[in-house]
């Protein structure tokens, strides 16, 4: 982990905060996409059965070729199942980001893992554990709610 590294994934940690109260009982995620150390496109989760955060801040990306070079920090890992939304750990590996950098593995039985290794069955380069206590001590009260 590096200085970028944390200034990242605290600005998608400060961006996941703009979730409360509305994604709940989902918990708050956020999502910063970075191109050249410059971040391109933030996301954060939305109301139960709209978009997780990835996918608003994939949005935000009209050309989506450009994300072969660029890196996705997350406050936690993207989600691998379909439930009311996609599965953004399979969005993500379609479009095949340089690196997703993942805050910490989500505890949701559904996930825990599975998300982390749709990304490397693809080919995705991933790093887990960037701030994790500080977003654990932030995401803990809203874990295993939905």
């Keep these: ?8 994934m605290e ?12 994604c709940e009982p989902n918990p708050p995620v956020g ?8 971040i391109i496109a933030k ?5 139960p059965g ?8 994939l949005e935000e990306i009209k ?14 890992e993207p989600c691998s199942f379909q439930g009311r939304t996609p599965s953004c750990a399979k969005t993500l590996s379609k479009l095949r980001p340089k690196e997703v950098v993942v805050g910490m593995i989500d505890p949701d ?3 825990n893992g599975k998300g982390i290794k749709i990304l490397n069955d693809a080919g995705i380069p991933t790093r887990v554990g960037i701030l994790e206590n500080k977003i654990r ?7 295993n709610k939905s």
Excluded at 63 to 76: F, N, P, R
């Design 1 to 8: 982990m590096n200085n970028l590294d944390s200034f990242f």
């Design 11 to 22: 600005t998608a940690l400060e961006h996941s905060k703009k979730s409360l109260p509305d």
């Design 31 to 38: 999502c910063v996409i970075v191109l050249d150390n410059k």
């Design 43 to 47: 996301g954060f989760t939305q109301k």
């Design 50 to 57: 709209q978009a997780h955060a990835e996918v608003n801040a």
């Design 63 to 76: 050309d989506k070729t450009i994300l072969e070079q660029a890196t996705i920090y997350v406050t936690l």
């Design 109 to 111: 039985s559904r996930n």
């Design 137 to 143: 001590n932030f995401i803990s009260p809203f874990l």
